[in-house]
T-cell receptor, first 113, second 112 residues
Framework: DQQVKQNSPSLSVQEGRISILNCDYT??????FLWYKKYPAEGPTFLIS?????DKNEDGRFTVFLNKSAKHLSLHIVPSQPGDSAVYFC????????????FGKGTSLLVTP | ETGVTQSPTHLIKTRGQQVTLRCSSQSGHNTVSWYQQALGQGPQFIFQYYREEENGRGNFPPRFSGLQFPNYSSELNVNALELDDSALYLCASSFGREEKLLFGSGTQLSVL
């Protein structure tokens, strides 16, 4: 069963606007969450992460928000740039699983000029 | 930074055959993980090796096996290939057991 869900397969945003990518999870044992970005013909690259003891983490244009009660996290990209066009994967882990990552199916973001 | 390199990049096999995929970790990294990404899906954890020992395993049958060598390079072996094994196989390395993984570009395996 899919423990990490990204319900929007694709998202299109204009350059300069905010991109919001959403992720839901079902396993309450997850305590660490990450976003990875993937370009075609490349492996996923780590983007940003957040521990369950926080509700927000910011790194430049990228901010991740965590709502534990709703089992929901989101990635905000402000301002969006054409180079941000990629597939974004949400992932989660817990210590008991030996740091194995559970990935969502991904959201394909297209930033148009 | 040497990065994570995987070989081959593409491979075609027939059902029932065996395959070995190879991975060279980032210099200084002692942990390697393997993931399978089927078309339209996110990567799924196969197993992880830490200091040459299997450290965790996902929901994959025993015909998926691995090795990590003293230089921290790694192999993924799949026996008795099935059509559903067709996927992108991703290797990732890290220093210690952590979630911020450095992924290779993957090996695209097609089973006919």
């Amino acid at each position: 069963d899919q423990q990490v869900k990204q319900n929007s397969p694709s998202l299109s945003v204009q350059e300069g606007r905010i991109s919001i990518l959403n992720c839901d999870y079902t396993n309450s044992m997850f305590d660490y969450f990450l976003w990875y970005k993937k370009y075609p013909a490349e492996g996923p690259t780590f983007l940003i992460s957040i521990s369950s003891i926080k509700d927000k983490n910011e790194d430049g244009r990228f901010t991740v928000f965590l709502n534990k009660s709703a089992k929901h996290l989101s990635l905000h990209i402000v301002p969006s740039q054409p180079g941000d066009s990629a597939v974004y994967f949400c992932a989660a882990s817990d210590v008991d699983s030996g740091y194995a990552l559970n990935f969502g199916k991904g959201t394909s973001l297209l930033v148009t000029p | 930074e040497t990065g994570v390199t995987q070989s081959p990049t593409h491979l075609i096999k027939t059902r029932g055959q065996q395959v070995t995929l190879r991975c060279s970790s980032q210099s200084g990294h002692n942990t390697v993980s393997w993931y399978q990404q089927a078309l339209g899906q996110g990567p799924q954890f196969i197993f992880q090796y830490y200091r040459e020992e299997e450290n965790g395993r996902g929901n994959f049958p025993p015909r998926f096996s691995g090795l990590q060598f003293p230089n921290y390079s790694s192999e993924l072996n799949v026996n008795a290939l099935e059509l559903d094994d067709s996927a992108l196989y991703l290797c990732a390395s890290s220093f210690g057991r952590e979630e911020k993984l450095l992924f290779g570009s993957g090996t695209q395996l097609s089973v006919l």
